[in-house]
């Protein structure tokens, strides 16, 4: 994330937790490296999760200093919607 995406927190938060479209929450450590916000430990499983490929488009909007709505696009611009499945319960995000 470039460095200007932290303006809109009072300070950046050292977890994130991305939401998907059908309301589900991930864990998902932040890192400042090289002068940018990088989503760090968690991400790669909200990833595999998540099947997002190169080719795919993803947004963030915040919805809280620290929740991010997180949509995804494939290839062809259609919103990906996936299912609470398995995935990493160290990850899980507890609302």
Not at 48 to 73: E, R
Request: hydrophobic residues 40%; aromatic residues 10%.
């Amino acid at each position: 994330m470039p460095l200007d995406f932290t303006k809109h927190f009072t300070a950046v938060p050292t977890e994130f937790k991305p939401r998907n479209n059908n309301g589900c929450s991930w864990r998902v450590t932040v890192k400042l490296m090289n002068g940018r916000v990088t989503l760090d430990q968690g991400w790669a499983t909200f990833a595999a999760v998540h099947q997002i490929k190169i080719s795919y488009m993803v947004t963030f909007k915040l919805l809280t200093p620290d929740t991010l709505k997180v949509i995804i696009f494939d290839d062809d611009g259609i919103e990906v919607v996936n299912k609470c499945g398995k995935h990493d319960e160290a990850f899980t995000a507890r609302d």
